[in-house]
């Protein structure tokens, strides 16, 4: 069974940055495109980011565009999402899921992932 886990969650200030992390430890992610979201309580969840499984194609919600950067790290089986300039709304729980895609792309946050991981509190407070 894949399993997800995150972590590099934790308390920031408005305007730092952090990095999260996905990873499966014992199965490869190499033919699966990974997604990010966040729920904020009380709130729906929402699509962040997305990459395929090649690395090379990206996409972003329209409320991080510019900020976040969603990375993959082939060799370390590892997806990043590095948030810059960090505000108070982005305070959610975060999750990766992952998606089989071999080498297509499927752009879409409304797809039904094949896994998921648990999820990291991602906190942006002064």
């Known amino acids: 069974q894949l399993q997800l886990v995150e972590s590099g969650g934790g308390l920031v200030q408005p305007g730092d940055s952090l990095r999260l992390s996905c990873t499966t430890p014992?199965?490869?992610?190499?033919?699966?495109?990974v997604a990010w979201f966040r729920q904020a309580p009380g709130k729906e969840r929402e699509g962040v980011s997305f990459?395929?499984?090649?690395?090379?194609?990206?996409m972003y919600s329209d409320s991080v565009k510019g900020r976040f950067t969603t990375s993959r790290d082939i060799a370390k089986n590892t997806v990043y999402l590095q948030m810059g300039s960090l505000k108070p709304e982005d305070t959610a729980v975060y999750s990766c899921?992952?998606?089989?895609?071999?080498?297509?792309?499927?752009?879409?946050?409304?797809?039904?992932?094949?896994?998921w991981g648990q999820g990291i509190q991602v906190t942006v407070s002064s």
């Open positions: 990459i395929n499984s090649a690395g090379d194609r990206t």
């Open positions: 014992g199965f490869s992610l190499v033919d699966f495109s």
């Open positions: 899921a992952a998606l089989y895609s071999g080498s297509g792309w499927y752009p879409n946050f409304r797809e039904t992932f094949d896994y």
